[in-house]
């Protein structure tokens, strides 16, 4: 007989639900092939984030959703290192929910992107490019060549689009034009975990995961 897991997960901004809803149910269907058990990984079920600051919004879900095994809290680190958004807010925030006297779930799993959701778009490039319908080298489309310069760039949405643009500077007017937001959920399905553990923000998610299946007995 197989355990069954139940994930919530909010976001910080509205794009990055499309892409972190197959990114999570990957990782923790990988993460629970080292389980004891056989796990059976529900679709995760996004949740809106209510009231002021990271703390009220956390603690208003924990209430309103106290049935999940585990809730994932996704913040953007913007910056070079995720240390600040977990003693500004993922600490605090985790706390908070310890505190709490009720009947709730506090398996809570941080999600922190180095520096925003959309590097780990660029943990496969060949990927991207196929996505892009570009074979231009990625010098000419102003993307990285090697993997650790990945979580160095200061506004990688930036740079897949402006990717983007350059890869569709000679298509033909009468074919429509792809767009970032295009590209979310269709790089989130084929992207695998074995691509995404070349970042090291991602390593310390899926390090996150096992702590959590743990927490479960799992």
Not at 80 to 98: C, G, M, R, W, Y
Not at 106 to 120: D, G, H, R, S, Y
Not at 131 to 145: A, I, Q, R, Y
Request: glycine letters at 2%; charged letters at 25%; a neutral charge.
């Amino acid at each position: 007989m197989s355990n069954i897991l139940q994930i919530g997960y909010t976001t910080e901004g509205t794009t990055d639900i499309r892409f972190l809803e197959n990114i999570i149910r990957k990782s923790f269907e990988y993460a629970a092939l080292n389980c004891k058990s056989q796990i059976e990984v529900y679709p995760p079920e996004y949740l809106k984030k209510e009231g002021d600051g990271i703390v009220e919004q956390v603690v208003n879900m924990i209430k309103k959703y106290p049935f999940f095994h585990v809730i994932c809290i996704h913040r953007d680190a913007d910056s070079p290192t995720k240390e600040d958004i977990l003693k500004n807010s993922i600490h605090p925030a985790f706390q908070a929910v310890k505190k709490m006297d009720v009947h709730v779930c506090k398996n809570l799993v941080p999600i922190i992107p180095v520096q925003m959701t959309e590097a780990w778009m660029l943990s496969n490039i060949d990927l991207l490019k196929e996505k892009m319908g570009t074979s231009k080298s990625n010098n000419e489309l102003g993307l990285p060549n090697k993997l650790k310069a990945i979580e160095t760039l200061s506004d990688p949405k930036y740079d897949i689009s402006e990717a983007l643009r350059i890869a569709q500077l000679n298509q033909s007017k009468r074919r429509k034009k792809l767009t970032i937001s295009q590209l979310y959920s269709p790089l989130s399905q084929e992207l695998s975990v074995d691509d995404l553990l070349k970042l090291p923000s991602y390593v310390d998610f899926i390090a996150d995961i096992n702590n959590s299946l743990k927490q479960l007995n799992y």
